[in-house]
């Protein structure tokens, strides 16, 4: 079994820059697709950006060029750098191991981007 902890989350005004952490519990950034995703209230949750075990990254059209997925193998710790940040990106945020048997989330990290 594998968990996640996100943190970093908070409250920022438009315009600011937050950065999300994901610590696994365990050393599997080698074998998972590792993602950001966010839930707005009454909304779907939605994957943001995601990085593979090779290090690839694709981003969702509406955080790119603003948001940026990074991890750190060493220290089993998936990052969203997130800058530009608008009340739309308002949300709780969730980081997301994957394999071809297996998904696991962490808890979440609300993220409030208001004036």
């Known amino acids: 079994q594998v968990q996640l902890v996100e943190s970093g989350g908070g409250l920022v005004q438009p315009g600011g820059s937050l950065r999300l952490s994901c610590a696994a519990s365990r050393s599997i950034f080698s074998s998972s697709t590792m993602g950001w995703y966010r839930q707005a209230p009454g909304k779907q949750r939605e994957l943001l950006a995601a990085?593979?075990?090779?290090?690839?990254?694709n981003y969702a059209d509406s955080v790119k060029g603003r948001f940026t997925i990074s991890k750190d193998n060493a220290k089993n710790t998936m990052y969203l750098q997130m800058n530009s940040l608008k009340p739309e990106d308002t949300a709780v945020y969730y980081c997301?191991?994957?394999?071809?048997?297996?998904?696991?989330w962490g808890q979440g990290t609300q993220v409030t981007v208001s004036s």
């Open positions: 990085v593979t075990p090779g290090g690839s990254t």
């Open positions: 997301n191991a994957r394999t071809i048997i297996s998904s696991h």
